[in-house]
């Protein structure tokens, strides 16, 4: 008798438990495992502040005359070695693999006001568009740039906004996450931010132009899976960066 209570109420509380979180299938094998390796932090620390909390928290303010960048973004801007771009500069990378603009949101106060930057210069949208966090509308990802702006704008700090990257499927690597990121939605994304930058007098860095080919795909020889830059991409975004970083110091849009 005693066994067959103890199997009852052991089944009881299975039945109990929440069932396993899981993430809907995008239709993307790569995507989806991504995803699905990621919920941990989508459910513990959405916005990711442990990444750079301590480095954060260990950084002294900015010396007198400095004018300190913050680079915000995603995977292109975490594998971007700043220093090796921009020698002596007091640039800081807060760029985080995987990210979506409404993890940026989460931590940017911890990642970018707190800091006390002269300039945020910010690439982002690729991952939203791709579908990382979830499906996100055009109009979502928008109003996600604009409270960055408005944040920024209220502690002072001048705001350029990177034009999203063009992609290629150039090779087997590349195919999915150019099936992911739809060349009209670049696009689309791209003329919104330049549009938003001239009406609020905020700096359009436009990568895009630079970087695309004759087929209105990312250059072959600036990335070898279709997606991230690669030195030779790299050597053709620093000076546009210094350029705009240059123009929002100097307060020209």
């Given at each position: 008798m005693g066994s067959i209570l103890l199997a009852i109420l052991t089944?009881?509380?299975?039945?109990q438990q929440p069932a396993p979180l899981s993430i809907p299938s995008t239709g993307f094998p790569g995507l989806d495992e991504y995803r699905a390796s990621r919920i941990a932090i989508y459910t513990d620390d959405f916005g990711e502040l442990k990444r750079y909390r301590e480095a954060d928290a260990a950084l002294a303010p900015p010396a007198a005359g400095e004018n300190r960048v913050v680079f915000?973004?995603?995977?292109?801007?975490?594998?971007?070695?700043?220093?090796?771009?921009?020698?002596?500069?007091?640039?800081?990378?807060?760029?985080?693999?995987?990210?979506?603009?409404?993890?940026?949101?989460?931590?940017?106060?911890?990642?970018?006001?707190?800091?006390?930057?002269?300039?945020?210069?910010?690439?982002?949208?690729?991952?939203?568009?791709?579908?990382?966090?979830?499906?996100?509308?055009?109009?979502?990802?928008?109003?996600?740039?604009?409270?960055?702006?408005?944040?920024?704008?209220?502690?002072?700090?001048?705001?350029?906004?990177?034009?999203?990257l063009p992609v290629?499927?150039?090779?087997?690597?590349?195919?999915?996450?150019?099936?992911?990121?739809?060349?009209?939605?670049?696009?689309?994304?791209?003329?919104w931010l330049k549009n938003y930058c001239v009406k609020n007098g905020l700096i359009y860095l436009d990568y895009f132009s630079a970087m695309v080919d004759d087929k209105g795909m990312l250059k072959r020889a600036l990335s070898d899976e279709g997606l991230h830059p690669n030195a030779f991409g790299y050597r053709v975004m620093a000076p546009l960066a210094e350029k705009a970083i240059a123009q929002a110091i100097a307060g020209r849009p």
């Open positions: 089944l009881s509380a299975l039945a915000l973004g995603d995977s292109i801007t975490d594998y971007w070695k700043l220093a090796d771009y921009f020698p002596g500069k007091p640039y800081i990378n807060r760029g985080i693999d995987g990210q979506t603009t409404p993890q940026m949101l989460v931590r940017f106060r911890q990642d970018v006001i707190d800091l006390r930057p002269t300039v945020l210069v910010v690439l982002a949208g690729t991952n939203d568009v791709a579908g990382v966090t979830g499906s996100s509308r055009d109009e979502n990802i928008e109003a996600n740039y604009a409270s960055m702006a408005e944040l920024a704008r209220a502690h002072h700090i001048r705001v350029v906004f990177a034009s999203l290629n499927n150039y090779t087997d690597d590349a195919k999915e996450s150019f099936a992911l990121r739809p060349r009209e939605r670049i696009l689309a994304l791209n003329s």
